[in-house]
């Protein structure tokens, strides 16, 4: 099987899961789906991530392996990315509000000629 073939074969795997996920998700109460909101769009970030990139075949035929490798990778993700997600998100507030901050300085530069 060429590599294109397994990485497409995964996809289609892991596409698979996640519309299973979407319709169990959609058979709950509108705020038991909330609280699993980010976990769908970090899973759709996932699939993205597999759709515009390409594994080797030995890791391809590893994930290839598991019933629900989209799950498994998720889980991977969210171990370490917690902290992370955090600092990323101190980091957009503290990179905008400095934005603002420049943004009023030139303007009262300008107000001031």
């Known amino acids: 099987m060429t590599n294109v073939m397994l990485n497409t ?14 319709a169990y998700l959609l058979t709950l109460p509108p705020a038991q789906i909330l609280d699993h909101a980010s976990e769908y769009i970090c899973r759709e970030n996932i699939l993205m991530a597999m759709e515009n990139n390409d594994l080797n ?18 889980n991977k993700y969210a171990s370490w990315e917690h902290g992370r997600q955090q600092e990323k998100i101190w980091n957009a507030v503290e990179a905008r509000s400095c934005e603002v901050l420049r943004a009023e300085f030139a303007a009262a530069q300008r107000s001031e000629r």
């Open 57 to 74: 075949n030995a890791r391809a035929k590893a994930l290839l392996k598991s019933s629900t490798p989209l799950a498994d990778v998720y």
């Open 9 to 22: 074969q995964l996809y289609q795997k892991m596409y698979a899961e996640q519309e299973q996920y979407k």
